[in-house]
């Protein structure tokens, strides 16, 4: 028993589309632990505000991370959460950032990369797998709202 791979999903796409969805995911691992540090660097420094936000941007990639993963094993994949080669399977980068207004640039720079991967992947899964990319667009949305929110940040920070 397959489950939600049915015999006109071709075993080729399936195995390129559980592969770029690992690269989703290791994205959003990479996401989650850059906003945690940010979170915490960020409260030392009495930043609440801004603290708070890159909280709720961490628990939105953690849910993004988990939405991944789910999809993943729904297509008969393994999702890897190994930390070994964590970063060169990320397409955003973790960057610790030394002020505030670093750490808020940094997270942005991830945002816009993170927003053009996931429109390429969108735009790859086509009609190929049309739930894989809904999830791609839903979370693509979100990292859209996430680049806005910081680039409103900055440009408080600026005022
Ligand atoms: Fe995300
Ligand atoms: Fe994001």
């Keep these: 028993m397959k489950g939600a791979v049915t015999p006109s999903y071709p075993e080729a796409d399936r195995k390129a589309i ?6 989703a995911l290791a994205t ?3 996401c989650v632990l850059r906003y945690k540090r940010h979170f915490f660097m960020a ?17 939105d990639e953690q849910q993004h991370a988990d939405q991944i993963a789910e999809r993943i094993t729904q ?5 890897d959460f190994s ?7 990320s397409h955003a980068e973790y960057v610790e950032g030394d ?11 991830a945002e816009r990369i993170a927003i053009d991967s996931y429109r390429e992947m969108a735009e790859y899964l086509g009609t190929k797998d049309i739930t894989s990319r809904r999830l791609m667009e839903e979370i693509l949305a979100k990292e859209e709202e996430h680049a806005d929110d910081l680039a409103s940040l900055l440009e408080d920070l600026g005022r």
């Excluded at 409260?43 to 628990?59: D, L, P, R, T």
């Design 28 to 30: 959003e691992i990479v």
């Design 83 to 89: 930390p070994d080669g964590l970063s060169t399977r």
């Design 43 to 59: 409260k030392g420094i009495h930043a609440e505000s801004v603290a708070a936000e890159f909280q709720e941007h961490a628990a």
């Design 75 to 79: 297509l008969g994949g393994e999702p």
């Design 99 to 109: 002020s505030l207004t670093e750490m808020i640039k940094e997270d942005l720079v």
């Design 18 to 23: 559980v592969e770029l969805l690992n690269t």
